[in-house]
């Protein structure tokens, strides 16, 4: 393995900065030099993230091997940064970052303020990486209809598109749903391959519909990140919305805002 890319280099520098702004309150008091520096000695983030100072300080030089992954995750983890901050660690390290090992539960509180906010203005909703509905403003209550049937899936988009609609506003396009719907597991599956809910899902569907083994057969893979939606109200007739995504990377959640067609 070559020297760390950039040797000069802005994996070095980065760690550099990191490390001095390490609060040395974080060192275990008997592990702490008497000679205080700016942040953490290079002894004492070797120690921190069990690796020899020696290694450490080639690495912050820019003449060391190519660090492993699990070396990374130790240095982020010694360095206490933040998702964001140990992504960009693993990128300048010529590595892609970490998957997450599971979606985020709660969404943001800015998030769900502007929820509140556009309440009863503009339909929106918000699932997380298993696609499983978190939130959704009332606009979208009124737009989409009742959750399908009790059932462990209720709430995710996927068993949705492949459920018999229960409310007021059938869909025209469910054949269009359906496809992103289930290229859109197929990426989910990808990120978290080992997550149960998911596996699970994949099996209660395979089993049961005979409309998602047709689509789960073409092998296509989510990424669409747009979609227009056709709905027919029994009173105001058809109203035709495109929903535009928004992912929120670091608790991968997923905005869907739906406006109205001016031409619809």
């Not at 309440?119 to 009742?146: F, I, N, Q």
């Not at 994949?202 to 989510?222: K, P, Q």
């Amino acid at each position: 393995m070559g020297p760390v890319p950039g040797a000069g280099s802005e994996f070095a520098a980065y760690l550099r900065s990191r490390r001095a702004l390490v609060p040395a309150e974080w060192v275990p008091p008997g592990r702490r030099s008497s000679r205080r520096v700016p942040g953490l000695r290079r002894q004492e983030l070797a120690d921190a993230a069990a690796i020899s100072v020696e290694y450490y300080t080639r690495l912050e030089q820019g003449r060391a091997p190519h660090p492993s992954r699990a070396i990374l995750s130790a240095l982020a983890q010694a360095l206490r940064l933040r998702p964001a901050e140990r992504d960009h660690l693993f990128r300048l390290a010529g590595e892609l970052p970490p998957e997450p090992p599971a979606p985020r539960t709660r969404i943001r509180p800015g998030l769900s303020r502007m929820l509140q906010a556009l309440d009863r203005t503009l339909p929106v909703t918000v699932h997380d990486g298993r696609l499983d509905l978190l939130s959704r403003s009332a606009a979208a209550d009124e737009l989409l209809g009742p959750l399908p049937p009790e059932s462990r899936f209720r709430r995710n988009l996927v068993f949705q598109a492949f459920t018999p609609p229960t409310g007021p506003l059938p869909a025209e396009d469910g054949g269009a749903y359906a496809r992103f719907a289930s290229a859109e597991l197929r990426s989910a599956l990808a990120r978290y391959p080992d997550d149960e809910y998911l596996r699970d899902l994949l099996a209660e569907l395979t089993a049961t519909s005979a409309d998602f083994r047709e689509h789960w057969a073409r092998g296509e893979v989510g990424g669409q990140r747009s979609m227009v939606k056709r709905l027919r109200d029994p009173e105001r007739g058809w109203t035709v919305f495109r929903g535009e995504i928004l992912h929120d990377a670091e608790r991968d959640h997923w905005v869907v805002i739906y406006t109205p067609e001016p031409d619809a």
